[in-house]
């Protein structure tokens, strides 16, 4: 059989991520590769005692039915109500979807307002899952210098004239995958330049809540300075990512054309998560949860920056965020590492990164790598930083 697939699938690769979890079920392997939250920092307790209640209560037979694809009426109401925690105010529920997880927005947008050939602006880099969906959708996705505060504005302004971007996507909020944070001003004025370039922004937010230290920063969204900014949130790193449940705020003419939509793919997100989300919610649980992994994460966080200056090359820079689930690093240019091509060769170490290739519009980024902590234990952290550091002190010692 020949199978005549799509031009925008056949070319199409696997999610990077998705492809080295194969590898995660071997003895002693380490991986720094993907975001899970830690295992024991799953509310099973708290679900089961919501899901019981639910199911002896008077709506058990709702939940189980077809719902509305915007979403679960008591959770969209719900939902109103804790955005403010990001600043966003004045909503009714009209301004909000509720999505199968944040990824889902990103695809929904993609759907609303790209064409093939169309191009639309990430950071670089920039969150691999959504280089992923602009291929999909046959964008064109052109990378914007960023720095520790948020994206180069000259680069920004200057690629919006030379591209007529359709959308901008970014992740302000201990960034994925370098865990910074745009600064308020830089919030402002990326607000300020897309609404006067009429340009549409996908704000990301999936990793605000998890602060180690420092102030809490008010969305993009927050700053607008017309409708032109989507605000997407989700459960999956403060509750639970099984619950394949998140929210999207934004113009009511825009959340209608999303539902239309989101109407063609999975109908509506599950009732029944949703309706476990609302009780956690409402029952408290958001911030009394938060108080116990926020200290877990912390001194994740903190093993792995200690184990990187003790067993890391010296020419190995890396971020130090003060919040979410990423470190980044990247080796000089001038030592000729590329972290893509070594992959498989660290492998051999039990031991994994995410290439930083992954995440950058134009493929670049070969000498970086994205590490993750929430996954692994402290002594998994210090072991697998260890044989890394080993590893490619062998590789730049080589070279010389």
């Not at 934004?250 to 989101?262: D, M």
């Not at 890391?312 to 000089?332: A, C, H, S």
């Amino acid at each position: 059989m020949e199978y005549r697939l799509s031009d925008r699938i056949k070319d199409l690769k696997g999610n990077a991520i998705r492809e080295i979890f194969k590898l995660l079920q071997q003895p002693d392997f380490i991986s720094f590769a993907g975001g899970f939250p830690t295992k024991e920092l799953l509310p099973t307790e708290i679900v089961k005692e919501i899901t019981t209640d639910i199911m002896n209560g008077k709506e058990a037979a709702d939940v189980l039915q077809y719902g509305g694809t915007e979403g679960y009426m008591p959770f969209r109401k719900t939902a109103c109500d804790y955005v403010k925690r990001y600043g966003i105010d004045g909503i009714d529920i009209d301004n909000v979807l509720i999505v199968s997880g944040g990824q889902q927005t990103i695809d929904l947008m993609c759907k609303a307002f790209v064409n093939k050939g169309d191009t639309v602006l990430v950071e670089d880099p920039t969150y691999l899952a959504s280089l992923h969906i602009l291929k999909t959708y046959e964008a064109n996705a052109v990378g914007v210098k960023s720095g520790e505060d948020g994206l180069d504005l000259t680069d920004l302004e200057e690629k919006i004239k030379k591209y007529a971007p359709k959308m901008l996507y970014v992740v302000p909020t201990f960034s994925n995958p370098t865990g910074r944070t745009y600064s308020v001003e830089k919030r402002k004025a990326i607000a300020e330049i897309t609404y006067k370039y009429n340009v549409m922004v996908l704000e990301d937010d999936p990793y605000s809540e998890l602060r180690f230290e420092g102030e809490r920063v008010p969305s993009l969204k927050s700053f607008e300075v017309g409708d032109n900014v989507v605000y997407s949130t989700s459960f999956s790193k403060t509750v639970a990512p099984g619950l394949r449940t998140g929210i999207a705020v934004g113009p009511k003419e825009v959340i209608r054309k999303l539902t239309i939509g989101k109407q063609a793919v999975d109908v509506h997100t599950s009732s029944l998560s949703q309706a476990i989300l609302n009780e956690y919610i409402k029952r408290g649980y958001v911030d009394e949860r938060l108080k116990v992994m926020i200290p877990v994460y912390r001194e994740k966080k903190n093993a792995m920056i200690e184990a990187i200056k003790k067993y890391m090359p010296k020419e190995f820079k890396y971020t130090d965020p003060q919040g979410g689930l990423f470190i980044f690093g990247e080796f000089d240019k001038s030592l000729g590492i590329d972290c893509e091509t070594l992959f498989p060769e660290i492998c051999k170490y039990k031991v994994a990164y995410v290439s930083g290739v992954s995440f950058y519009a134009d493929g670049s980024g070969r000498n970086t790598i994205r590490l993750n902590y929430s996954n692994a234990t402290l002594e998994q952290i210090d072991d697998g930083i260890k044989r890394m550091g080993e590893f490619f002190k062998d590789i730049i010692n080589n070279n010389k």
